[in-house]
Nanobody, 124 residues
Framework: QVQLVESGGGSSVQAGGSLRLACAAF????????MGWFRQAPGKEREAVAA???????RYKDSVKGRFTISQDNAKNTLYLQMNTLKPDDTAMYYC?????????????????WGQGTQVTVSS
């Protein structure tokens, strides 16, 4: 079983600021098809933020394009999300997830393993 552990959130940041989230994978690993970041704000559905496929293809939610960057370090089994020019609307719990098989990158049902989440709070 793969365990995903997110870090980098937890403290409030002002609008316009930056944060870098990390997601480390532990335990037995398998060949992944896709790795992604999701977020969920109170009272809202979980939404996909960004994902990176095994072939290196990257996708972003429209509202974060140009501000967020997803990347991975395979040697460290770690996925990152660099978030710049943060807005109050970015406030949410952020989760990383990995998918063993193919599917829609922005559909949470594609993903097999999830982290516990890390809170991102952006103040205005």
């Amino acid at each position: 079983q793969v365990q995903l552990v997110e870090s980098g959130g937890g403290s409030s940041v002002q609008a316009g600021g930056s944060l870098r989230l990390a997601c480390a994978a532990f335990g037995a690993t398998y060949s992944t098809n896709c790795m992604g970041w999701f977020r969920q704000a109170p009272g809202k559905e979980r939404e996909a933020v960004a994902a990176i496929d095994s072939d290196g293809s990257i996708r972003y939610k429209d509202s974060v394009k140009g501000r967020f960057t997803i990347s991975q370090d395979n040697a460290k089994n770690t996925l990152y999300l660099q978030m710049n020019t943060l807005k109050p609307d970015d406030t949410a719990m952020y989760y990383c997830a990995i998918a063993k098989y193919g599917g829609l990158w922005n559909d949470y049902r594609t993903y097999n393993n999830w982290g516990q989440g890390t809170q991102v709070t952006v103040s205005s």
